[in-house]
């Protein structure tokens, strides 16, 4: 689809983007006092095509000179919300180069080539930003023309802890029924995600008699730390067997991570399945774990030694469409 200047157009990505995918990436970081880049080694497209049963990815594409000047995913997954299947769209990955930003309609015309090539398979979307990344904020949620409106669903804290733990403890019987991750999550907020459908296949479950976790080292996902600022510098030349926090990264170097998540309504179970991940994660630098901010499952991460990010949860709507999501919301961390 070409814009009204003719000069530029939005398509879809193949596989021969994915150099140029690399590049807008690797060239964008995020955060605060702890500044990342979020990479997708060896192929971007390849990475948001395995948190999926299906995933596009679309390009800004400059007409005159080939160079890609904006990117954003589509990330579809299966779940039933008031007992009714549906498709959820994770809009994710969105960048914008520097010498971009400020053509706004440009933005508006990936969202609408986004929503017209979705339009007969999702059914409503989803999307994250960082609450000190206060320049999406602005962009996204201004309610510019153009651009579909996000309606708020909440604070979203991401804790990373540290790994670990004093003796190998005991480990929890593996996952053997779907049943019971749909029950839990269902309890939680109502909605029933398709585990097969959000790229959990290689997760390691850990099931007590109350409750069920699980833990993944998504290798098709990774951080680089670009910097550290505040007190943050000097805590990442502690040894972190000195401060009880999380193994922080040299700048420069990827994090070694993985990424967890807790589902039990019993705090006592909640925490042997949190010492578990823990335990599991052995060797790493940290386990992230995520959750709304008035889930109680946050009073009890926060009861670890942890670093925080912080977060906000919006359903997308474009024209025509009304809020589907009512009520808490319970959403992995390695789902976004």
Same mark, same amino acid.
């Given at each position: 689809?070409?814009?009204?200047?003719?000069?530029?157009?939005?398509?879809?990505?193949?596989?021969?983007?994915?150099?140029?995918?690399?590049?807008?990436?690797?060239?964008?970081?995020?955060?605060?006092?702890? !500044?990342?880049? /979020?990479? #997708?080694?060896?192929?971007? @497209?390849?990475?948001?095509?395995? =948190?999926?049963?299906? $995933? %596009?990815?679309?390009?800004?594409?400059?007409?005159?000179?080939?160079?890609?000047?904006?990117?954003?995913?589509?990330?579809?997954?299966?779940?039933?919300?008031?007992?009714?299947?549906?498709?959820?769209?994770?809009?994710?990955?969105?960048?914008?180069?520097?010498?971009?930003?400020?053509?706004?309609?440009?933005?508006?015309?990936?969202?609408?080539?986004?929503? !017209?090539?979705? /339009?007969? #398979?999702?059914?409503?979307? @989803?999307?994250?930003?960082?609450? =000190?990344?206060?320049? $999406? %904020?602005?962009?996204?949620?201004?309610?510019?023309?153009?651009?579909?409106?996000?309606?708020?669903?909440?604070?979203?804290?991401?804790?990373?802890?540290?790994?670990?733990?004093?003796?190998?403890?005991?480990?929890?019987?593996?996952?053997?029924?779907?049943?019971?991750?749909?029950?839990?999550?269902?309890?939680?907020?109502?909605?029933?995600?398709?585990?097969?459908?959000?790229?959990?296949?290689?997760?390691?479950?850990?099931?007590?008699?109350?409750?069920?976790?699980?833990?993944?080292?998504?290798?098709?996902?990774?951080?680089?730390?670009?910097?550290?600022?505040?007190?943050?510098?000097?805590?990442?030349?502690?040894?972190?067997?000195?401060?009880?926090?999380?193994?922080?990264?040299?700048?420069?170097?990827?994090?070694?991570?993985?990424?967890?998540?807790?589902?039990?309504?019993?705090?006592?179970?909640?925490?042997?399945?949190?010492?578990?991940?823990?335990?599991?994660?052995?060797?790493?630098?940290?386990?992230?774990?995520?959750?709304?901010?008035?889930?109680?499952?946050?009073?009890?991460?926060?009861?670890?030694?942890?670093?925080?990010?912080?977060?906000?949860?919006?359903?997308?709507?474009?024209?025509?469409?009304?809020?589907?999501?009512?009520?808490?919301?319970?959403?992995?961390?390695?789902?976004?």
């Amino acid at each position: 689809m070409s814009g009204p200047s003719r000069r530029f157009a939005v398509r879809l990505a193949g596989a021969s983007d994915d150099p140029a995918l690399r590049e807008i990436l690797a060239e964008d970081g995020f955060g605060g006092r702890i !500044r990342v880049c /979020a990479l #997708r080694e060896p192929s971007p @497209l390849a990475s948001f095509q395995r =948190e999926g049963h299906e $995933a %596009l990815v679309f390009l800004l594409e400059d007409l005159e000179d080939g160079r890609v000047l904006g990117m954003g995913g589509v990330v579809c997954r299966d779940i039933a919300l008031g007992g009714k299947r549906r498709t959820l769209g994770y809009l994710c990955g969105l960048r914008i180069r520097a010498e971009a930003r400020g053509q706004f309609r440009r933005l508006g015309e990936v969202y609408r080539e986004l929503r !017209r090539l979705t /339009a007969d #398979r999702v059914d409503l979307y @989803l999307s994250a930003i960082l609450a =000190e990344n206060p320049r $999406a %904020l602005r962009l996204l949620t201004g309610a510019r023309a153009g651009l579909p409106r996000y309606h708020p669903l909440g604070g979203y804290l991401t804790f990373f802890l540290p790994t670990g733990g004093r003796g190998p403890g005991p480990s929890l019987k593996g996952w053997s029924d779907p049943s019971l991750y749909e029950a839990l999550r269902s309890r939680m907020d109502g909605m029933r995600w398709e585990p097969r459908s959000c790229g959990l296949e290689e997760a390691c479950w850990v099931q007590t008699d109350g409750g069920l976790g699980y833990l993944v080292v998504p290798g098709h996902k990774q951080y680089r730390v670009l910097s550290y600022g505040g007190w943050m510098r000097l805590a990442s030349w502690i040894p972190p067997w000195l401060t009880g926090y999380p193994r922080l990264p040299r700048p420069g170097h990827l994090a070694r991570y993985a990424t967890g998540a807790i589902f039990s309504p019993d705090p006592d179970q909640a925490r042997r399945i949190l010492r578990e991940l823990r335990r599991r994660a052995r060797g790493l630098d940290f386990l992230m774990i995520g959750c709304m901010q008035d889930d109680p499952l946050a009073r009890l991460l926060a009861e670890e030694r942890h670093v925080l990010y912080r977060s906000r949860l919006f359903e997308v709507l474009f024209p025509g469409m009304e809020p589907q999501i009512q009520g808490p919301l319970q959403v992995e961390v390695a789902l976004l």
